[in-house]
């Protein structure tokens, strides 16, 4: 007997169906999660590659002295800069502005510390001033005579000046051949200054008349070890006039005796 064909029954039909149907349930939930995941990634946040900011700047800070040295009750002016700070102080002074000068008079040698403090850090400077005590003596036969000139060994100077003029020549030949005859005696050379300008260039301006003074002194074949320089600027005058001819008395280095015994 030959065979035919034979069609599905109906159980097969229906099987058939719920295959289909499940398959279809199935791609179905698959698109639908491929459709979400491609949509979450697509909207994934992007993470910045952007340098970190550059850290704060550190402060800067500077301090100075002049003159460095002095006699007990005498003054000194001290100055300072800062930059990138926002509390500046100096001990033993304290709380200061950023950049400032100030004038003072220790009764003892001291160290002046700035401290500088910002966002970068700390930065610190110090200086140092030295107070002498003059020695209570009896001037020596020498110290007496050099007192006994009465200024006429002093070298005065052409306004905002400190070079030697050649009129004055004169007197440091005679100051040289003075304190060859005398080699014991010390000096110490004062800058003096008139009272125009400020008194932090004053106070410059009369240190370079004195270490001028020295220079010569020295290249002409005096010790320099028996030469001190200080600066007094505009706050010792000579002459306390406001007139040129009181202001020519001023512009001086005064060579007074030392003792250094």
């Known amino acids: 007997m030959g065979l035919g064909k034979r069609c599905?029954?109906?159980?097969?039909?229906?099987?058939?169906?719920?295959?289909?149907?499940?398959?279809?349930?199935r791609?179905?939930?698959?698109?639908?999660?491929?459709?979400?995941?491609?949509?979450?990634?697509?909207?994934?946040?992007?993470?910045?590659?952007?340098?970190?900011?550059?850290?704060?700047?550190?402060?800067?800070?500077?301090?100075?002295?002049?003159?460095?040295?002095?006699?007990?009750?005498?003054?000194?002016?001290?100055?300072w800069e800062t930059q990138n700070a926002t509390e500046v102080r100096i001990e033993p002074l304290g709380i200061v502005e950023a950049n400032g000068s100030k004038e003072v008079s220790p009764s003892d040698s001291t160290t002046y510390r700035l401290f500088a403090k910002g966002p970068g850090g700390v930065k610190d400077a110090s200086i140092r001033v030295t107070v002498t005590t003059a020695a209570v003596s009896t001037l020596s036969a020498e110290e007496d005579l050099l007192a006994s000139?009465?200024?006429?060994?002093?070298?005065?100077?052409?306004?905002?000046?400190?070079?030697?003029?050649?009129?004055?020549?004169?007197?440091?030949?005679?100051?040289?051949?003075?304190?060859?005859?005398?080699?014991?005696?010390?000096?110490?050379?004062?800058?003096h200054c008139d009272e125009l300008g400020s008194t932090e260039y004053n106070l410059a301006l009369g240190a370079s008349r004195a270490s001028e003074l020295k220079s010569e002194l020295v290249h002409a074949g005096v010790d320099g070890k028996r030469i001190e320089t200080i600066s007094y600027g505009k706050e010792r005058p000579f002459c306390s006039e406001s007139n040129e001819d009181c202001w020519k008395q001023n512009r001086r280095a005064h060579v007074v005796a030392l003792n250094r015994r």
């Open 8 to 25: 599905p029954s109906a159980e097969f039909k229906a099987g058939l169906k719920v295959c289909c149907e499940h398959d279809k349930g």
């Open 27 to 79: 791609l179905l939930s698959a698109v639908l999660l491929l459709t979400v995941g491609l949509y979450a990634c697509g909207s994934k946040k992007v993470v910045s590659n952007a340098p970190p900011p550059p850290p704060p700047p550190a402060p800067v800070a500077t301090i100075d002295v002049s003159p460095s040295t002095v006699q007990a009750g005498q003054t000194t002016l001290i100055t």
């Open 149 to 191: 000139r009465g200024g006429r060994q002093d070298i005065f100077f052409d306004t905002d000046a400190f070079s030697i003029r050649p009129d004055q020549e004169a007197t440091v030949r005679d100051d040289v051949e003075f304190l060859q005859q005398h080699p014991n005696l010390n000096i110490a050379i004062e800058g």
